[in-house]
């Protein structure tokens, strides 16, 4: 069976980062899920590509359809941002190893979803002086930067992250995004070792 591979850290940590190069590496094999928001779209960012950027009554819709895998919401200084994953035939286990990228909550409803065998976490973690500083330099590319969201999600991201929450959801391996090169190496060889063992069961 095939495995699902969940990016997760706190913000700023590289994530987006991670996740593109995860899935440039072609001898992974590894297919790309999109997720749901209904935040505004950033000045990077394309629909379909980072998210699927929709309104509340699609999130409404899809779960009068019990679409729903996963669903978070945040209070930001903006309003509700909701975050989720769709039924939508993306993900087909039989065919592919997935790759994702999320929060603690996501990794954990996936995990119950689909079952805890088959969703493997990649943890990423940096000095927080240092995201923090990414973060700012992030948010001072945006036509309208948000600073006041900023500092509430990199706040918010102390206590979601948790060393208790960590323990809670069994993760026990984080790799350490200091060297990018040196992670993606790292993260490419364990998902090589989970994939193999998983073609011969």
């Excluded at 987006?16 to 935040?39: A, F, H, I, P, S």
């Excluded at 950033?42 to 009068?64: A, N």
Aim: one cysteine or more; hydrophobic letters at 30%.
């Amino acid at each position: 069976m095939s495995k699902i591979f969940i990016v997760m850290g706190k913000s700023a940590t590289g994530k987006d980062t991670v996740y593109k190069k995860l899935l440039e590496t072609e001898e992974l094999n590894l297919q790309k899920v999109v997720m749901y928001t209904t935040r505004p779209i950033r000045k990077s960012e394309q629909d379909g590509v980072e998210y699927y950027f929709v309104d509340e009554k699609t999130l409404q819709h899809l779960k009068k359809e019990d679409k729903i895998i996963e669903h978070r919401s945040y209070e930001t200084v903006h309003g509700t941002w909701h975050y989720f994953t769709v039924n939508d035939g993306q993900i087909d286990l039989g065919k592919a190893n997935y790759l994702m990228i999320g929060t603690l909550e996501t990794y954990e409803q996936i995990r119950k979803y689909y079952g805890e065998d088959l969703v493997i976490p990649i943890y990423l973690e940096i000095d927080d002086g240092l995201r923090l500083l990414r973060a700012l330099r992030r948010e001072q590319k945006q036509e309208q930067p948000k600073y006041a969201e900023m500092c509430r999600r990199y706040l918010a991201d102390e206590e979601d992250f948790s060393d208790d929450n960590i323990k809670k959801n069994r993760i026990v391996k984080r790799y350490q995004n200091i060297d990018i090169n040196i992670c993606l190496h790292e993260i490419a060889e364990d998902i090589k070792n989970f994939t193999v063992n998983s073609e011969n069961i």
